[in-house]
């Protein structure tokens, strides 16, 4: 039995004692979650240091806060989410008990990135454990440092039969692929979103797919040219341009070009110094084969800013490229890096057909005065998520679901969307053995009498309103006492 084999037999063995199933052990287990992250949070940024170059402050902003916030969120609130959910009955159900009865899926495998990798990793870990649910915790390998943070304190601190932790590259994960779970949740891209999709598929596994894509940034002349490139700007650079949701590439009019240059290389400025690479804030690509892939992406393109880099250091400066065309080798795939491309379009006629012509993205964004303008890019566009006149700020909502469409990803989570996308909702309903003669218009020989009263039932009784409905079920209470009597005599 391999290590990956040994850790779901345990996982599925401990869930099945249905440990994981009370309110207050899946409480015990996020309070620990959080206990951890007060507890190690220099163990935690070290290693971040190492891995991505990200200062303290940065891991707290980034990673550790949302998490903790999403934590006590979740606690507080996870006895309605768990609860019975009425739902709307029709007259043949009115006096049954019908609701949705949320109830563990059994045991999750969760692969996680390494761009945040424990803002991706524990966040669907908080849903699984709120579900009731196992998990198996698969750390991205890319980041090295933090995997093997994750695999010594996560056991330390919550059920390490529960949730396991299994560290290690493809053939680990492949390993983990064979084996049997009841949801897989992966973020990273769509290339091994496909591959996963087809491992899952074999046993009927249902997935969610956190991916990514080429997320637009359409700046519309008609507002504050500086404010949008300050933001346009920060939700670029941060994390080195290696986030899932960062602008992909600007879309503007030919006659705002220069001075979007201007406004990025002045925000760029106050943000991370004139030297970005001596700056704390300002972090590193994650390695070397990244560093070759985004370097090669600048060959056919003209650098209006940036451009410095150190491949030792893995070190790309904050790069602005002008006039891009959309067959430069910038445009084929998602940069995850901090080059940011700007194309000219004659207006938001033409920004929505481009947007259009490529796959749907995880994120959009434009930056306008004008809610016409931004509600057309709305309502003519397809994507994960959509912000007007900001960037990356819609998954820091918990209210809000964060995922994808099409290409960019499948189901979502946050929040109450976490519990329900790793939850089973079960349809129930709780009948009496009584009132046998209401159920006479279903039973056989069928009638044109008994057909009428189906469709008045099922079609007509739901414009009644409640008052309406109640005294239907009265005149069908006595019909069918009627009928029961005369069945009975």
Same mark, same amino acid.
């Given at each position: 039995?391999? !290590?990956?084999?040994?850790?779901?037999?345990?996982?599925? %063995?401990?869930?099945?004692?249905? !440990?994981?199933?009370?309110?207050?052990?899946?409480?015990?287990?996020?309070?620990?979650?959080?206990?951890?992250?007060?507890?190690?949070?220099?163990?935690?940024?070290?290693?971040?240091?190492?891995? +991505?170059?990200?200062?303290?402050?940065?891991?707290?902003?980034?990673?550790?806060?949302?998490?903790?916030?999403?934590?006590?969120?979740?606690?507080?609130?996870?006895?309605?989410?768990?609860?019975?959910?009425?739902?709307?009955?029709? *007259?043949?159900?009115?006096?049954?008990? =019908?609701?949705?009865?949320?109830?563990?899926?059994?045991?999750?495998? /969760? /692969?996680?990135?390494?761009?945040?990798?424990?803002?991706?990793?524990?966040?669907?870990?908080?849903?699984?454990?709120?579900?009731?649910?196992?998990? =198996?915790?698969?750390?991205?390998?890319?980041?090295?440092?933090?995997?093997?943070?994750?695999?010594?304190?996560?056991?330390?601190?919550?059920?390490?039969?529960?949730?396991? =932790?299994?560290?290690?590259?493809?053939?680990?994960?492949?390993?983990?692929?064979?084996?049997?779970?009841?949801?897989?949740?992966?973020?990273?891209?769509?290339?091994?979103?496909?591959?996963?999709?087809?491992?899952?598929?074999?046993?009927?596994?249902?997935?969610?797919?956190? *991916?990514?894509?080429?997320?637009?940034?359409?700046?519309?002349?008609?507002?504050?040219?500086?404010?949008?490139?300050?933001?346009?700007?920060?939700?670029?650079?941060?994390?080195?341009?290696?986030?899932? /949701?960062?602008?992909?590439?600007?879309?503007?009019?030919?006659?705002?070009?220069?001075? /979007?240059?201007?406004?990025?290389? %002045?925000?760029?400025?106050?943000?991370?110094?004139?030297?970005?690479?001596?700056?704390?804030?300002?972090?590193?690509?994650?390695?070397?084969?990244?560093? %070759?892939?985004?370097?090669?992406? *600048?060959?056919?393109?003209?650098?209006?800013?940036?451009?410095?880099?150190?491949?030792?250091?893995?070190?790309?400066?904050?790069?602005?490229?002008?006039?891009?065309?959309?067959?430069?080798?910038?445009?084929?795939?998602?940069?995850?890096?901090?080059?940011?491309?700007?194309?000219?379009?004659?207006?938001?006629?033409?920004?929505?057909?481009?947007?259009?012509?490529?796959?749907?993205? +995880?994120?959009?964004?434009?930056?306008?005065?004008?809610?016409?303008?931004?509600?057309?890019? !709305?309502?003519?566009?397809?994507?994960?998520?959509?912000?007007?006149?900001?960037? +990356?700020?819609?998954?820091?909502?918990?209210?809000?679901?964060?995922?994808?469409?099409?290409?960019?990803?499948?189901?979502?989570?946050?929040?109450?969307?976490?519990?329900?996308? *790793?939850?089973?909702?079960?349809?129930?309903?709780?009948?009496?053995?009584?009132?046998?003669?209401?159920?006479?218009?279903?039973?056989?020989?069928?009638?044109?009498?008994?057909?009428?009263?189906?469709?008045?039932?099922?079609?007509?009784?739901?414009?009644?309103?409640?008052?309406?409905?109640?005294?239907?079920?009265?005149?069908?209470?006595? =019909?069918?006492?009627?009928?029961?009597?005369?069945?009975?005599?």
């Amino acid at each position: 039995m391999s !290590r990956e084999q040994q850790a779901v037999a345990r996982a599925r %063995k401990a869930f099945n004692t249905g !440990r994981s199933k009370p309110l207050e052990y899946r409480i015990i287990q996020l309070k620990n979650l959080k206990r951890m992250f007060y507890e190690k949070q220099k163990m935690i940024s070290d290693a971040i240091k190492k891995d +991505l170059n990200k200062s303290v402050e940065v891991t707290q902003l980034h990673e550790t806060l949302g998490i903790e916030s999403e934590i006590d969120l979740t606690i507080r609130k996870l006895k309605d989410w768990a609860a019975p959910r009425p739902v709307e009955k029709n *007259l043949l159900t009115m006096s049954d008990t =019908v609701y949705v009865h949320p109830e563990p899926l059994g045991v999750v495998l /969760i /692969i996680g990135a390494w761009n945040y990798p424990w803002a991706v990793t524990v966040g669907p870990l908080i849903g699984a454990i709120a579900a009731g649910n196992a998990a =198996v915790v698969k750390p991205s390998e890319v980041c090295v440092h933090t995997a093997k943070v994750m695999e010594d304190l996560l056991p330390i601190y919550i059920d390490k039969e529960l949730y396991p =932790v299994v560290t290690g590259g493809v053939p680990e994960t492949q390993e983990l692929l064979r084996q049997r779970f009841d949801h897989i949740f992966y973020t990273g891209n769509s290339m091994v979103g496909k591959l996963i999709m087809e491992a899952a598929a074999k046993n009927l596994t249902p997935v969610t797919l956190e *991916l990514g894509g080429k997320s637009p940034c359409y700046i519309d002349k008609n507002c504050d040219i500086t404010i949008a490139c300050r933001r346009t700007a920060w939700g670029k650079y941060t994390n080195c341009g290696q986030t899932c /949701i960062a602008p992909d590439y600007i879309l503007c009019e030919p006659s705002m070009q220069d001075r /979007i240059i201007e406004e990025i290389k %002045k925000a760029l400025k106050e943000f991370y110094t004139d030297n970005p690479k001596t700056c704390a804030d300002y972090g590193r690509i994650i390695n070397q084969r990244h560093f %070759k892939r985004i370097i090669n992406m *600048l060959d056919d393109c003209t650098i209006a800013a940036g451009g410095e880099n150190d491949e030792a250091n893995c070190y790309i400066a904050p790069t602005l490229l002008r006039d891009v065309k959309p067959e430069a080798k910038v445009m084929q795939e998602e940069i995850f890096g901090p080059l940011l491309p700007i194309i000219t379009v004659s207006g938001v006629d033409e920004a929505i057909e481009f947007i259009n012509k490529g796959e749907k993205p +995880l994120a959009l964004y434009v930056f306008s005065s004008d809610n016409k303008v931004i509600d057309r890019i !709305r309502d003519e566009t397809s994507s994960g998520g959509f912000v007007a006149n900001d960037c +990356l700020v819609h998954y820091s909502i918990s209210s809000l679901p964060f995922g994808g469409v099409g290409n960019s990803g499948m189901g979502c989570y946050h929040g109450k969307y976490s519990f329900d996308q *790793l939850s089973h909702l079960r349809g129930c309903l709780i009948k009496k053995l009584n009132m046998e003669g209401v159920n006479n218009v279903r039973y056989p020989p069928h009638t044109p009498k008994k057909l009428s009263w189906a469709r008045f039932i099922l079609l007509k009784s739901s414009s009644l309103g409640w008052i309406g409905r109640m005294a239907m079920l009265a005149i069908l209470v006595v =019909v069918a006492a009627v009928a029961l009597q005369r069945y009975l005599h």
